[in-house]
């Protein structure tokens, strides 16, 4: 039986940051990675989804909108609210009741190390306080997928690992899927789909695997590293007659995403 469908997206545009037409459509499950440089349209693309910006196209929700949580880019707290009083509100607004006194709510403030801030007014938070806040807020509410606005890079370490530990996990039960946006290639990696967008437009979307091997990367990418003494080069025969080039070390989606811009895309 066919993975149930969470969202599909044909032909989403949001001129003049968003100008090609984005397509896809995410399982329960999944992780689908907005990958690109600052100014590519990946915050214009992830708020055309959710309905919070105007756009070309259509967005079909398989689930109810109230079960996704969003994690911005910059923050959207209440300066004078604390940080109990943050993750209650934001739970209203999506139709959850949390109690104060809950064992949901205690469950969160530990795992995201917030426990001893509980009373804390957010204008008194740290910086990575108050990105475990936004994170804390929009998982709280997340109960089928979770959007998340280049936050993950600027976590510390072991929020970061502590993070993909219980997505991995809840991926694999397929009770979440997940849409991020990031501009680090370590973190697209572990996507199980990669959205390449570029200067406003789809470069390509495919595995990371994939995206490495296209026929139109390498060439591009082993141009880039010739002069490497780290990069060898392995040349294999088909089973079909075709000759396939093995990099090492593989191109990253970083590499990726520079040899498809050079080239305007795939075929």
């Known amino acids: 039986m066919a993975t149930p469908i969470i969202l599909e997206v044909c ?31 990946k915050t214009t693309l992830l708020r055309a989804l959710l309905g919070l910006l105007a756009h070309r196209g259509s967005v079909v929700w398989h689930i109810p909108r109230a079960s996704a949580g969003y994690a911005a880019q910059c923050p959207r707290l209440i300066p004078r609210a604390n940080v109990l009083q943050q993750i209650i509100w934001c739970s209203a ?18 795992w995201w190390g917030l426990q001893a801030q509980r009373y804390r007014p957010v204008q008194h938070l740290s910086t990575g306080e108050r990105l475990r806040l936004e994170l804390c807020c929009a998982t709280a509410v997340a109960s089928r997928l979770l959007v998340v606005d280049g936050l993950l890079e600027q976590l510390d370490e072991h929020t970061r690992g502590r993070f993909w530990e219980e997505i991995d996990a809840r991926c694999a039960r397929r009770d979440l899927a997940l ?59 088909g089973q079909d007659g075709e000759v396939r080039l093995t990099i090492h070390p593989s191109p990253t989606m970083e590499d990726v995403l520079q040899a498809l811009a050079r080239r305007g895309g795939l075929e």
């Open 11 to 41: 032909n989403v545009s949001a001129p003049p940051r968003l100008r090609g037409q984005v397509s896809f459509t995410l399982r329960e499950g999944e992780r689908v990675c907005v990958y690109g440089h600052s100014g590519a349209g």
């Open 93 to 110: 607004l999506h139709g959850a009741s949390l109690s104060v006194h809950g064992s949901r709510i205690h469950d969160l403030l530990e």
């Open 179 to 237: 849409i991020y946006a990031t501009h680090s290639a370590r973190e697209a990696e572990l996507a199980d789909q990669v959205l390449l967008l570029h200067e406003g437009r789809v470069l390509a979307m495919d595995t990371p695997e994939r995206l490495r091997a296209r026929a139109e990367v390498q060439p591009v990418y082993l141009e880039a590293v010739q002069d490497s003494s780290r990069a060898t080069v392995q040349a294999t025969l």
